[in-house]
């Protein structure tokens, strides 16, 4: 069983910045991490993955704007989040594939003058 803690998240103005992290622990090997986001309303969406080697996926909307990193040795991946915008609002999930997916509990970005 693993488990992910989140951190990070808040209220930003449009244009500002926010980073999340997010710990994997209960496994000793945790393979693809990343970040995934839903709106109200909207469906589950890709923000980021990267692999443990370093291989990334992106979701359109952000690409060129937000960059995504991870310690193998901690099991730790971050999202840094920049030139937010309104439509960045949503609650971002930490995911790990480790056998089986595994999703954080959620942690809410609010993007808003």
């Known amino acids: 069983q693993v488990q992910l803690v989140e951190y990070g998240g808040g209220w930003v103005q449009p244009g500002g910045s926010l980073r999340l992290s997010c710990t994997a622990s209960?496994?000793?090997?945790?393979?693809?991490m990343g970040w995934y986001r839903q709106a109200p309303g909207q469906q589950r969406e890709l923000v980021a993955t990267i692999s443990r080697g370093g291989s990334m996926n992106w979701g359109d909307p952000v690409k060129g704007r937000f960059l995504i990193s991870r310690d193998n040795a901690k099991n730790t991946v971050v999202l840094q989040m920049n030139t937010l915008e309104p439509e960045d609002t949503a609650v971002y999930y930490c995911y790990a594939l480790a056998g089986q997916s595994y999703w954080g509990q959620g942690t809410q970005v609010t993007v808003s003058s």
């Open positions: 209960g496994s000793f090997f945790i393979g693809t």
